[in-house]
């Protein structure tokens, strides 16, 4: 059984930093894209990074410069760590995995997800 398990969130004052783990068992993830999306209440689930089997990473704009995605195929782990967060951070965050080697943007292109772990950024 394929299961993506979140770790690393919580509360944070503006303009900290937090490190969002994701750790897949059931299955390796070398050769798949990986990602993060996040969803605040009220709101639909968005995209925020993405990294292919190789490395190369996206982003969304919101994040450009502030998040960074890694992931370490030995520990079938991806990361995201996030810098000077903002208040507009605060959201549900999910890791997911995709069934191909290529990036993507959309939650239709995954296949994997996680329950989910809050990051909260206070003013």
């Known amino acids: 059984q394929v299961q993506l398990v979140e770790s690393g969130g919580g509360l944070v004052q503006a303009g900290g930093s937090l490190r969002l783990s994701c750790a897949a068992s059931?299955?390796?993830?070398?050769?798949?894209?990986m990602g993060w999306f996040r969803q605040a209440p009220g709101k639909e689930r968005e995209f925020v990074a993405a990294?292919?089997?190789?490395?190369?990473?996206t982003y969304a704009d919101s994040v450009k410069g502030r998040f960074a995605i890694s992931r370490d195929n030995a520990k079938n782990t991806v990361y995201l760590q996030m810098n000077t967060l903002k208040p507009e951070d605060t959201a549900v965050y999910y890791c997911?995995?995709?069934?191909?080697?290529?990036?993507?943007?959309?939650?239709?292109?995954?296949?994997?997800w996680g329950q989910g772990t809050q990051v909260t950024v206070s003013s």
């Open positions: 990294i292919s089997w190789v490395g190369r990473s």
């Open positions: 997911a995995a995709r069934g191909r080697t290529l990036l993507g943007s959309r939650p239709s292109e995954f296949d994997y």
């Open positions: 059931g299955r390796t993830f070398r050769n798949n894209a």
